[in-house]
C-alpha cells in the first residue's frame, strides 16, 4: 500500500520527463494516487499523452490559465469523473525569455512583469479558487513549485524572483482561508534542476555547478527527491504543515558564503 492510495490528484506544467512536475506525477504515482494531467494547449497534447500513458493517468485535460473559462472548463470537466479532489499540484511558471538575461532594471519591462506574475502567481490562487470546492470535508493538500530566487538575488533571474515571492506570499495568504475548509498548501523551493524551462535563464550551467561545489551535501538535486518530498507533503503524514516553503535543495539555501577552498 502506499502512502496516496485511492487518492485524486490533478497535477499542472507535466510537459517533459526531465520536468519537476514529472517527477512529482511518478512518485504520486508510485505511492498509490490517481492522476489527472491538464496541459496548456494542443501543440502539447500528444506529448502530455505519452506521459500520462506511462503514469496509468485517467485523464488528461487541457488549460492554459490565462483564460478563465479554460480553468472552469477544467474543473468542470473533472467534476464529471472525480466527486472529489485531495491533491493539487501547480508547476507552472514562465517570464519572457529576453527579461531573464542580464541586469534586471536593464530587462525589465511592463507586460513582462505582468505575465510573469499573471502565470507564475495568480494561477495557482484562481485554480485554488476551483479546487477548493471539491477539497471542502477532506483532507485535501495542495502544493506549488517555488526557488531560492524568491528570498535572493540570483543572476539573470530578475523578474521571475519577484513573480516567485509573490507566489511565497499567496501560499501564506491561502494557507489562512483554505485552513478552515480542512485544506493544505505549501510550496517547495527546488535547487537548480536541469528542465526545460529553466534552460532559459543566462548561466544556468554554471549556476549547477556552482551548487554542486558548494552546497552542503555537495551535489545538485534529481525531480525524483522533489517528487519524493511533494508525496510526503501531499500525504496524511504531513497533515500539520501548511503555509511552509520547504527547501529541496542539498541545503545550498543555508549558506552566507562560498565554501573555502
Request: charged share 20%; with cysteine; proline share 3%.
Amino acid at each position: 500500500m502506499g502512502m496516496l492510495d485511492g487518492r485524486c490528484a490533478l497535477l499542472t506544467g507535466v510537459a517533459t520527463k526531465h520536468s519537476i512536475a514529472w517527477g512529482i506525477t511518478r512518485s504520486l504515482a508510485r505511492e498509490g494516487a490517481r492522476i489527472v494531467l491538464a496541459y496548456q494547449n494542443e501543440k502539447l497534447k500528444s506529448r502530455v499523452e505519452k506521459l500520462a500513458a506511462e503514469c496509468n493517468a485517467e485523464m488528461i485535460l487541457p488549460c492554459d490559465v490565462q483564460n478563465d473559462a479554460e480553468i472552469e472548463e477544467l474543473f468542470r470537466s473533472l467534476k464529471q469523473n472525480w466527486p472529489k479532489l485531495d491533491i493539487l499540484v501547480h508547476s507552472i511558471a514562465y517570464a519572457p525569455r529576453e527579461e531573464l538575461n542580464g541586469e534586471f532594471l536593464d530587462h525589465s519591462t511592463r507586460d513582462g512583469f505582468n505575465t510573469a506574475h499573471e502565470i507564475s502567481c495568480y494561477s495557482l490562487v484562481a485554480l485554488a479558487q476551483h479546487a477548493r470546492a471539491m477539497m471542502k470535508g477532506g483532507e485535501g493538500a495542495m502544493l506549488t513549485l517555488s526557488y531560492l530566487g524568491a528570498e535572493r538575488v540570483v543572476p539573470n533571474y530578475n523578474v521571475m524572483g519577484l513573480a516567485k515571492a509573490s507566489l511565497e506570499a499567496a501560499v501564506r495568504y491561502l494557507a489562512v482561508g483554505l485552513g478552515k475548509d480542512g485544506i493544505r498548501i505549501n510550496a517547495i523551493s527546488a535547487g537548480p534542476i536541469k528542465t526545460l524551462a529553466a534552460s532559459g535563464i543566462a548561466g544556468f550551467r554554471e549556476m549547477l555547478d556552482y551548487v554542486e561545489k558548494n552546497a552542503p551535501l555537495c551535489r545538485n538535486v534529481s525531480i525524483e527527491e522533489v517528487g519524493d518530498v511533494a508525496a510526503f507533503l501531499c500525504s496524511e503524514m504531513a497533515r500539520a504543515i501548511t503555509g511552509e516553503v520547504i527547501h529541496v535543495d542539498s541545503g545550498y539555501h543555508l549558506l552566507g558564503m562560498h565554501r573555502t577552498p
